[in-house]
């Protein structure tokens, strides 16, 4: 059983940042931030193993985009930057993946929190 609480979204002009964070209870394991803007479908952003030591970036965030976990502090962050108005969704936080791949079925989900980029 796996608690996930996000926090950090909110609405910037494009070229901004933002850090996304996601505390969790228990033992996320695996780790992931997902997105959905209305009207498309659910996208994979980012994984992290359990350690931190593996990582994977869906192609329309990497070089912009930074998966990082505290593990003493049990925390998922997503630093956001050169926000793009196409980034504008609500990104969940997820936990408990087998594989820890992007397209992975991922068992705990967070609330979710808004991110808007304005041009």
């Known amino acids: 059983q796996v608690l996930l609480v996000e926090s950090g979204g909110g609405s910037v002009q494009a070229g901004g940042s933002l850090r996304l964070s996601c505390a969790a209870s228990?033992?996320?394991?695996?780790m992931a931030w997902f997105r959905q803007a209305p009207g498309k479908e659910r996208e994979g952003v980012a994984t992290?193993?359990?350690?931190?030591?593996?990582?994977n970036y869906a192609d329309s965030v990497k070089g912009r985009f930074t998966i990082s976990r505290d593990i003493a502090k049990n925390t998922l962050y997503l630093q956001m930057n050169s926000l793009k108005p196409e980034d504008s969704a609500l990104y969940y936080c997820?936990?408990?993946?087998?594989?820890?791949?992007?397209?992975?079925?991922?068992?705990?989900w967070g609330q979710g929190t808004q991110v808007t980029v304005s041009s």
């Open positions: 228990g033992r996320p394991g695996c």
């Open positions: 992290i193993n359990y350690d931190g030591r593996i990582i």
């Open positions: 997820a936990a408990w993946s087998q594989w820890c791949q992007l397209e992975a079925d991922f068992r705990y």
